[in-house]
């Protein structure tokens, strides 16, 4: 037997009142029979012209966001929008020639400026921060799928900023890192580490390849930063069982690494990932290189580099906190992609700000000769001899 709708429903309850209501009237009295006949019609037309019976919509109000949020410092902006003022103006100036804003449609847009603040505010809420009707009822907008429209709308025209805040390196920009590095660990370019992104929910399909050595429902990412702590590469959806080392076989970096590094160019990831040319790692605790002062040596001043990829977790989780928690079941692969798209744009917007904070630094100044890395600089002994030499001086 079919499902029936709410409205069938409430029809059905309608008309079972009417004729309860007719059978017990005095049939002698005919204002009370005009007057239910009246209602029952009233209630009956609501119904039909209703698409899912009677919706309370959250009330609305400008209130906030025009006598509040409009005059709070530079600190309490950044508490709720989770980027500065400046910052602010500057994401909007990126974004707010993007077609996604300027359509043919009929009804008007909100204000650009409220669609990037409900969207930023999205991303740095977690738990019940990101119900929807909170956020409807504290910009004062709808909740029957606004906010949803407005979230995609800017997700969309972020996504189109990836190539501009999030890529690899050139080589002349590997050059630049490596001569600003060249004190620490002589030849690398980034820093390799996955992490787990936990999920509100089990997904509804294959939910136990979701669920990770940490017991927890999860997707994973994996990330190479760079010594600013920017993003440089990434890759999102992998379920949370998936070891960190596996994701990193299947990337095109591992399988072409030519193409990302030049010679003696290499990334730092923990113990988990293999010892490669292009990728040094400590010594796992059943090594029998060397001797024994001379591996811990080695893993205490690798790990003091290596950690970067781990504040930069830290630093992207904590400015945007609805990734401590995702609210997506992951039902099907739109699903799953709307869910990756968060992510990302999270990650683009990371760099974003990072970018803003360090562009009036001095650049690393490169005159000829180059800084030329010493042969061999990508194996894990002349880092070590290196690492020797640096402690004696």
Known sequence: MPRRGENFKIMDALCKNQALNLIILDSSDDEDADEIFE?????????????????LGVPKSSQWRHNVLRHFDDSRFNEMIRVGPDEFCRILNYIKDDSVFNTNSSGAQLPLDLQLKIALFRLGSSGDGLSIRKVASLFGVGDGGTIQIITKRVFKAILKLKEKFLFWPNENERLEIVTATRKEMPGCIGYIDGSELKLAEAPAKKHELFY????????????????????????????????????????????????????????AGDSAYPLKEFLLTPFRQNSTDYTTEERESFNKYFSKYRVRIENCFGILKEKFGSLKELKFRMINEQNKKECNDWIMVCCILHNMLINFQTENEESVEINPPQYSLPPGSNTRSSLLNFIQNHRLT
Do not use: E
């Open 39 to 55: 209602n029952f019609s009233f209630s009956l037309l609501c119904l039909l012209n209703t698409r899912r019976s009677v919706h």
């Open 212 to 267: 990770s050595r940490k017991r927890q429902y999860a997707i994973k990412m994996q990330a190479v930063c760079d010594y600013r702590l920017r993003i440089r590469q990434v890759t999102i959806g992998y379920p949370g069982s998936v070891h960190d080392a596996k994701i990193f076989l299947n990337s095109p970096l591992a399988k072409h690494p030519q193409r990302f590094l030049s010679d003696s160019q290499w990334i």
